[in-house]
Every structure is written in structure tokens, then in C-alpha cells.
């Protein structure tokens, strides 16, 4: 059983800054990655920012240097450092974790999303 817990997520002006937090927890081999992903009404999930357990980040091209996720393996939580956030940024924010079972088969899980809205 794992769980991904959200938090950090709120309303903000435009030009401000967000911290998103991930914590993983329950019963599994290892993380391999985790990610945050959006979702804006009428769009599909799309990837935000993911990175690895060995520290290798990718970012969507939207984000374009505003954002920086990190993780704390110890801790098997992942940040997402949201600034200079625009209008078009407001969605449900989900983490994922990637992850292997003891016996080394992967698995998929998302959290439950954290509400971001920015306004203009």
C-alpha cells in the first residue's frame, strides 16, 4: 500500500510563488521517480516537472526556468518551487511516484491533486 500526500497548494497573484510538497509512504521496494502533473478544466494531465531517485530532472517547456522541483529521498518527498506564476499555471497539481514492489514489479500512483489558482 502506498499513499501520496499533497500539500502546499492555494491562491496566489500573478508574479508570486508556490511550494508543493509530496510525501510517499507505506510499503514498497523503492521510488524510482516522482513528478507533479496539472490538470486545467477541459485540458488533459500533463507533465509539469519529474525527477529521479539519482537526482535527474525533467521540466515541461511551459515552465521555461520558473519552476524547480526536488526530492529528499530520505524523507521520499518531492518539492515543486513554483515563481512567477501566470493565469494560465491555475489547475489541479498531481503527484506521481513511480515506483517498484518487493517484488521489483512497477507500479503507477497519483495523489489525491492540491488546487493551485493564480489570479491577474
Known amino acids: 500500500q502506498v499513499q501520496l500526500v499533497e500539500s502546499g497548494g492555494g491562491l496566489v497573484q500573478a508574479g508570486g510563488s508556490l511550494r508543493l510538497s509530496c510525501a510517499a509512504s507505506?510499503?514498497?521496494?523503492?521510488?524510482?521517480?516522482m513528478g507533479w502533473y496539472r490538470q486545467a478544466p477541459g485540458k488533459q494531465r500533463e507533465l509539469v516537472a519529474a525527477?529521479?531517485?539519482?537526482?535527474?530532472?525533467n521540466y515541461a517547456d511551459f515552465v521555461k526556468g520558473r519552476f524547480t522541483i526536488s526530492g529528499d529521498n530520505a524523507k521520499n518527498t518531492v518539492y515543486l518551487q513554483m515563481n512567477s506564476l501566470k493565469p494560465e499555471d491555475t489547475a489541479v497539481y498531481y503527484c506521481?511516484?513511480?515506483?517498484?514492489?518487493?517484488?521489483?514489479?512497477?507500479?503507477?500512483?497519483w495523489g489525491q491533486g492540491t488546487q493551485v489558482t493564480v489570479s491577474s
Open positions: 507505506g510499503s514498497f521496494f523503492s521510488i524510482n521517480a
Open positions: 525527477i529521479t531517485s539519482s537526482g535527474s530532472t
Open positions: 506521481n511516484a513511480d515506483f517498484l514492489d518487493y517484488g521489483f514489479l512497477p507500479y503507477d500512483y
